[in-house]
Nanobody, 124 residues
Framework: QVQLVESGGGLVQAGGSLRLSCAAS????????MGWFRQAPGKEREFVAT????????YYADSVKGRFTISRDNAKNTVYLQMNSLKPEDTAVYYC?????????????????WGQGTQVTVSS
C-alpha cells in the first residue's frame, strides 16, 4: 500500500506562485510514475502533469504548459509541482497520484494510488 500526502496549497493572488509537494510512504519510490491532477468545484477531475520514474520525462496539460513544472526527488520519495503565474482558473483541489511501472500517462484511471488533495485558491 502506498500513502501519498500532499502539502503546500493555500490562497494566493493571481500572478503569484505556489509549490506543492507530495510525499510517498513507499519502499521504492523510483518504480512509480507520478502525476498531478486537479478538480475544481462542479467540474470533473483533470490531468495537470506527469513525470517518469527517473524524472527525465515530463508531460503537461496545455492549460498549464509553460507555467507549471513537475519534478521529483527519488531520494526523498517526493514529487513537486511548481506553479507560477497562477490564474483564478487554476483554483482547485490538487491531487498527486502514483502509477506502478508502466509509462507516463494523463489518464486518471491508470493511476493506482491517490493522495487526499490540497486546496489551491487563486484570487483575482
Amino acid at each position: 500500500q502506498v500513502q501519498l500526502v500532499e502539502s503546500g496549497g493555500g490562497l494566493v493572488q493571481a500572478g503569484g506562485s505556489l509549490r506543492l509537494s507530495c510525499a510517498a510512504s513507499v519502499r521504492t519510490f523510483s518504480i512509480y510514475t507520478m502525476g498531478w491532477f486537479r478538480q475544481a468545484p462542479g467540474k470533473e477531475r483533470e490531468f495537470v502533469a506527469t513525470i517518469s520514474r527517473g524524472g527525465g520525462g515530463t508531460y503537461y496539460a496545455d492549460s498549464v504548459k509553460g507555467r507549471f513544472t513537475i519534478s521529483r526527488d527519488n531520494a526523498k520519495n517526493t514529487v513537486y509541482l511548481q506553479m507560477n503565474s497562477l490564474k483564478p482558473e487554476d483554483t482547485a483541489v490538487y491531487y498527486c497520484a502514483a502509477r506502478m511501472g508502466g509509462y507516463s500517462t494523463n489518464s486518471g484511471p491508470a493511476y493506482d494510488y491517490w493522495g487526499q488533495g490540497t486546496q489551491v485558491t487563486v484570487s483575482s
